[in-house]
């Protein structure tokens, strides 16, 4: 019995269906994504979504998808499903008797006496799409029509009917060959056995998409259907489609569907399955390795990529050699973007805390200086030296961030061109990585190379340590200032206070890390992570929904966020030790029943507020699945320690 259970029942209630969706990518940048009916209700969806290199590596939908029809005695059944305004059509979710996902996504129709299972592989460092078709039953002659969507448009935008369009096409092994328009790849769509594609250019017009209908986008598009393919099929027989950037060989598909699906991971606990979305995140490209914030639209993001690299390499197998590939690539590819003038100060800080990680599953503070070292005095230096935008250090040592009309923390909503939460000032988390980074660079420098760096960190430290408690503790309250800023301490209560109880470095002692984790605990934790805002806030979003505006109203002013549940648990760790294993474990473990909802296997960017906490935002999300990785492995940790 497969780990992840769907109700079968349900599977034709489009309700049920249509909120669940599936995922698979090829570790290059390209990705599968559908819902468990393959009704595509986003326009991110599609079954073949690549990079185009002449287009700057943006994301296109080349084929959107591909509908079956089985045909027996002349009587056709059409298995695939669209939505055209609010009607379904076809409606072939109704054939469903099942769905499994282990290695691959298994879908199982019964038409009459047919029963006709369809497996989808998105192979390996490939932009290939492979659905496998096994005839399981049938008591007379059959036949399958298959019927591909094609789109040609960047993955951000909609296809609309056009005179540009180029419907020819090319006749190669088993198969056809299409290319839309200019500048794109090839379409090779090709069988595994010879079959007859019958063209029939035609435009399908108004295809509705529910969730961008929902999200008040505009949600219609017109997907090209060059015609179809029509091949027999036998009981016990095993037909692959193949859509391809490159011409494959035929013969060799079934062998590559297998080879391929053997080397999958099965998704059969709780663990394993946010190990494998853990993988989806990273992107291998020629020489660079680099992290998916979140799929299907986040690209590559700074600071995502310098929080989330620990949970997602070195929680479970310890895998520092990937950590640091992926490093690497960042500073490569951003080191001058984490000394210029769009830098948000907390970002370069973050980099420290990384280390840190690193560090803990690779005892070697002489090689890790070696490699990192000079950024890292060279980002020090850089704030102590006044020579940072936006941010300044003060006699205090405390670091105050401003930048008029625009943000400068991770809480970065802009409406109207003005950030919703500016937060100038002193901040709280920018403060808390600060003396962090201090600490931490006094740890691992050469004590007499760098005894002169040293005792400047020293005395900064210093000031900070003296400092962080009058500026942020709020008088007879249990919890820390969000931020200072020119009118006085902000006194909302955010989870952005729950870093300098977490980290390993804090100036705050543990009897005052214990009122503020309690005062988060009351306030903040839900059984979704922690939320942006207190319900007792009058500006309090318990819902994340309707249009952007709104959407971007809520925002960071209550949804919950799953990254900030390793801060939570590892803060609690630190105050209580072996005796908050159990709860560590059940708040770690409620979020076992959300892997069958949005994105099956994998853990969703934000969640409402309010309960049932629906989840929102990327429906794989990279921060959400490192930090209960994260967790899980602090878990571990803890689990054998000493009271």
């Given at each position: 019995m497969s780990y992840l259970q769907f109700n079968k029942d349900e599977l034709v209630n489009l309700e049920y269906s249509l909120k669940r969706e599936v995922l698979s990518t090829n570790h290059a940048g390209g990705y599968m994504n559908t819902t468990i009916v393959c009704c595509n209700t986003r326009k991110y969806h599609g079954l073949l979504v690549v990079p185009v290199k002449g287009f700057g590596d943006d994301k296109f939908v080349l084929l959107s998808s591909l509908d079956e029809t089985v045909i027996q005695h002349d009587k056709e059944f059409n298995l695939g499903i669209h939505r055209y305004g609010d009607i379904y059509e076809p409606k072939g979710h109704k054939y469903i008797k099942n769905f499994e996902i282990e290695r691959v996504v298994s879908i199982t129709y019964m038409v009459g006496g047919v029963l006709l299972r369809k497996d989808i592989m998105f192979p390996h460092k490939k932009e290939q799409i492979l659905i496998r078709y096994t005839l399981l039953e049938a008591h007379s002659p059959t036949i399958l029509r298959l019927r591909p969507f094609l789109a040609?448009?960047?993955?951000?935008?909609?296809?609309?009917?056009?005179?540009?369009?180029?419907?020819?096409?090319?006749?190669?092994?088993?198969?056809?060959?299409?290319?839309?328009?200019?500048?794109?790849?090839?379409?090779?769509?090709?069988?595994?056995?010879?079959?007859?594609?019958?063209?029939?250019?035609?435009?399908?017009?108004?295809?509705?998409?529910?969730?961008?209908?929902?999200?008040?986008?505009?949600?219609?598009?017109?997907?090209?259907?060059?015609?179809?393919?029509?091949?027999?099929?036998?009981?016990?027989?095993q037909i692959i489609f193949s859509a391809s950037t490159n011409v494959e060989n035929p013969s060799g598909l079934s062998a590559e569907f297998t080879r391929n699906e053997n080397k999958r991971g099965l998704r059969d606990s709780f663990e394993q399955c946010l190990q494998l979305a853990a993988k989806q995140f990273i992107i291998h490209d020629d020489e660079d390795t680099f992290i998916y914030t979140g799929y299907p639209w986040l690209g590559k993001r700074n600071r995502n990529t310098l929080i989330s690299l620990p949970g997602l390499t070195l929680s479970f197998n310890k895998n520092t050699d990937l950590f640091n590939s992926v490093l690497k690539t960042f500073i490569k590819q951003e080191q001058r973007t984490l000394f210029s003038p769009g830098c948000d100060p907390d970002i370069p800080l973050w980099l420290f805390w990384t280390l840190q990680q690193y560090l803990k599953a690779k005892d070697n503070k002489t090689a890790l200086w070696r490699e990192y070292g000079e950024l890292l005095k060279a980002i020090i230096e850089s704030y102590i030296d006044y020579s940072r935008d936006a941010v300044f250090m003060h006699e205090t040592g405390l670091l105050w961030a401003e930048r008029e009309g625009r943000p400068t923390s991770w809480m970065d909503t802009v409406i109207n061109g003005l950030p919703l939460i500016e937060r100038a000032g002193y901040q709280i988390e920018l403060n808390s990585l600060w003396y962090n980074a201090l600490c931490f660079a006094m740890?691992?420098?050469?004590?007499?190379?760098?005894?002169?760096?040293?005792?400047?960190?020293?005395?900064?430290?210093?000031?900070?340590?003296?400092?962080?408690?009058?500026?942020?503790?709020?008088?007879?309250?249990?919890?820390?200032?969000?931020?200072?800023?020119?009118?006085?301490?902000?006194?909302?209560?955010?989870?952005?206070?729950?870093?300098?109880?977490?980290?390993?470095?804090s100036p705050l002692d543990d009897g005052v890390k214990d009122m503020v984790i309690n005062s988060v605990k009351k306030e903040l934790l839900t059984t979704r992570g922690i939320r942006t805002l207190s319900p007792k806030n009058s500006r309090?979003?318990?819902?994340?929904?309707?249009?952007?505006?709104?959407?971007?109203?809520?925002?960071?002013?209550?949804?919950?966020?799953?990254?900030?549940?390793?801060?939570?648990?590892?803060?609690?760790?630190?105050?209580?030790?072996?005796?908050?294993?159990?709860?560590?474990?059940?708040?770690?473990?409620?979020?076992?029943?959300?892997?069958?909802?949005?994105?099956?296997?994998?853990?969703?960017?934000?969640?409402?507020?309010?309960?049932?906490?629906?989840?929102?935002?990327?429906?794989?999300?990279?921060?959400?699945?490192?930090?209960?990785?994260?967790?899980?492995?602090?878990?571990?940790?803890?689990?054998?320690?000493?009271?």
């Amino acid at each position: 019995m497969s780990y992840l259970q769907f109700n079968k029942d349900e599977l034709v209630n489009l309700e049920y269906s249509l909120k669940r969706e599936v995922l698979s990518t090829n570790h290059a940048g390209g990705y599968m994504n559908t819902t468990i009916v393959c009704c595509n209700t986003r326009k991110y969806h599609g079954l073949l979504v690549v990079p185009v290199k002449g287009f700057g590596d943006d994301k296109f939908v080349l084929l959107s998808s591909l509908d079956e029809t089985v045909i027996q005695h002349d009587k056709e059944f059409n298995l695939g499903i669209h939505r055209y305004g609010d009607i379904y059509e076809p409606k072939g979710h109704k054939y469903i008797k099942n769905f499994e996902i282990e290695r691959v996504v298994s879908i199982t129709y019964m038409v009459g006496g047919v029963l006709l299972r369809k497996d989808i592989m998105f192979p390996h460092k490939k932009e290939q799409i492979l659905i496998r078709y096994t005839l399981l039953e049938a008591h007379s002659p059959t036949i399958l029509r298959l019927r591909p969507f094609l789109a040609f448009r960047n993955y951000h935008t909609l296809s609309k009917v056009n005179n540009d369009v180029n419907r020819h096409y090319e006749v190669i092994d088993n198969g056809v060959s299409f290319r839309m328009y200019d500048g794109f790849p090839n379409l090779n769509m090709q069988l595994s056995v010879k079959g007859e594609f019958i063209s029939s250019p035609d435009w399908y017009y108004n295809i509705e998409y529910k969730e961008e209908r929902r999200r008040a986008y505009d949600s219609s598009e017109d997907l090209f259907v060059p015609g179809f393919f029509e091949v027999p099929i036998k009981k016990g027989q095993q037909i692959i489609f193949s859509a391809s950037t490159n011409v494959e060989n035929p013969s060799g598909l079934s062998a590559e569907f297998t080879r391929n699906e053997n080397k999958r991971g099965l998704r059969d606990s709780f663990e394993q399955c946010l190990q494998l979305a853990a993988k989806q995140f990273i992107i291998h490209d020629d020489e660079d390795t680099f992290i998916y914030t979140g799929y299907p639209w986040l690209g590559k993001r700074n600071r995502n990529t310098l929080i989330s690299l620990p949970g997602l390499t070195l929680s479970f197998n310890k895998n520092t050699d990937l950590f640091n590939s992926v490093l690497k690539t960042f500073i490569k590819q951003e080191q001058r973007t984490l000394f210029s003038p769009g830098c948000d100060p907390d970002i370069p800080l973050w980099l420290f805390w990384t280390l840190q990680q690193y560090l803990k599953a690779k005892d070697n503070k002489t090689a890790l200086w070696r490699e990192y070292g000079e950024l890292l005095k060279a980002i020090i230096e850089s704030y102590i030296d006044y020579s940072r935008d936006a941010v300044f250090m003060h006699e205090t040592g405390l670091l105050w961030a401003e930048r008029e009309g625009r943000p400068t923390s991770w809480m970065d909503t802009v409406i109207n061109g003005l950030p919703l939460i500016e937060r100038a000032g002193y901040q709280i988390e920018l403060n808390s990585l600060w003396y962090n980074a201090l600490c931490f660079a006094m740890e691992v420098a050469p004590k007499v190379k760098e005894s002169e760096f040293i005792k400047k960190c020293k005395d900064v430290k210093t000031r900070v340590g003296q400092n962080f408690m009058k500026a942020f503790w709020i008088e007879g309250r249990d919890y820390l200032a969000d931020y200072v800023g020119p009118e006085g301490q902000n006194k909302y209560v955010r989870p952005n206070q729950l870093f300098t109880c977490a980290f390993d470095y804090s100036p705050l002692d543990d009897g005052v890390k214990d009122m503020v984790i309690n005062s988060v605990k009351k306030e903040l934790l839900t059984t979704r992570g922690i939320r942006t805002l207190s319900p007792k806030n009058s500006r309090y979003r318990g819902e994340y929904d309707g249009d952007e505006y709104s959407r971007s109203m809520a925002y960071f002013q209550g949804t919950t966020r799953v990254w900030l549940l390793q801060f939570y648990v590892e803060a609690c760790f630190k105050i209580l030790g072996k005796s908050f294993h159990k709860r560590a474990n059940e708040i770690v473990c409620a979020f076992e029943e959300d892997l069958n909802v949005h994105c099956i296997g994998s853990i969703s960017e934000v969640y409402d507020g309010d309960p049932p906490h629906q989840p929102h935002g990327c429906t794989s999300y990279s921060a959400s699945v490192a930090a209960l990785l994260r967790s899980i492995s602090l878990i571990e940790q803890y689990k054998n320690i000493e009271q």
